[in-house]
């Protein structure tokens, strides 16, 4: 069966200069607080051993996403995705990251890495930024409307530490954007956790958001509201993301197996990826 993981971070360059390699024994407490293992490879920082596992787990393709954020989180270079985009033909789609609170600079970044250099989509996490913003906030709104008129996704971080407070994962802000572009194929990382059931709300209201809750889907309170909206309600808005390297590849698809209908895990597992990837 296809697999798409929508959230793999590999050891490689600017990655490991994120708080997520730079503090191992943090990302392993992290591992180990939601029931799973830090992969081997990413203990060791080595990017080949990764691929390796992401073999060994049978997922053929990763979405890579850069990182325009506080450099304390860490910062992942637009340009290190195109390398490996290019260097691993087939086997990764990258999304570029940008920063709003500098608008001229991060159209020039989408023009750059995405118009010109074929990534496939935008990160954007203002509520990690120098200025944190809800992601209603206008002064994003061009942002948005350029990447409607690209028709080209938008991944917003809207959960867990997304910003200052818990107010910036609050649903409501992101289904403010779904409802003023509705042309706009739209991702929430982290699956705006804690307010799970709210956001499945939003995104049965809107068909044009899909969740990624990620690590959250993992052994975490409210997780069992994400898989029975996987198995009914949100079964072509839902998204497969491992949370690498919190969560190893082969244990992420393994977690599914009994917990998903096996005839909504093709949608699950690839084909929701694809449809807001826009691939064929």
Same mark, same amino acid.
């Given at each position: ?17 994120? +708080? ?43 979405? %890579? ?16 995705? =195109? ?26 970044? +989408?023009?750059?890495? =995405?118009?010109?250099? !074929? ?14 913003? *809800? ?60 307010? =799970?059931?709210?956001? +499945? ?9 899909? %969740? ?5 889907? *993992?052994?975490?309170? !409210? ?9 009914? +309600? ?41 449809? =807001?990837?826009?691939?064929?």
């Amino acid at each position: 069966m296809e697999i798409i993981d929508f959230r793999y971070r590999p050891p490689y360059k600017s990655y490991r200069d994120t +708080i997520m390699y730079r503090d191992l024994d943090r990302a392993r407490r992290c591992s180990e607080a939601f029931g799973m293992a830090q992969p081997p490879a990413a203990a060791a920082l080595d990017f080949a051993a990764s691929l390796a596992e992401m073999d060994a787990a049978g997922v053929g393709t990763a979405v %890579l996403a850069g990182r325009k954020v506080l450099p304390h989180i860490g910062v992942v270079d637009n340009q290190d995705l =195109v390398e490996l985009v290019r260097d691993y033909p087939g086997r990764f789609i990258g999304m570029a990251g940008v920063d709003p609170v500098d608008l001229d600079a991060a159209m020039a970044e +989408i023009d750059t890495y =995405v118009v010109k250099a !074929g990534l496939r989509g935008v990160v954007m996490e203002p509520g990690l930024t120098s200025a944190p913003m *809800f992601v209603d906030d206008r002064h994003i709104f061009p942002l948005y409307e350029r990447c409607q008129a690209l028709d080209v996704p938008v991944m917003l971080m809207t959960g867990s530490n997304c910003g200052p407070d818990m107010e910036y994962s609050h649903p409501g802000h992101a289904e403010a954007v779904a409802a003023a572009f509705p042309g706009l194929r739209i991702i929430l990382s982290h699956g705006g956790w804690p307010w =799970v059931t709210q956001v +499945i709300h939003v995104a049965y209201r809107y068909r044009n958001v899909f %969740l990624l809750p990620d690590l959250y889907m *993992f052994n975490c309170p !409210g997780c069992g509201d994400y898989l029975t909206a996987a198995n009914y +309600i949100l079964q072509k808005q839902m998204l497969f993301g491992s949370a690498y390297p919190y969560v190893g590849m082969d244990d992420a698809a393994a977690y599914f197996s009994g917990r998903l209908r096996p005839d909504v895990l093709p949608d699950f597992l690839a084909g929701n990826a694809r449809r =807001v990837l826009g691939l064929s």
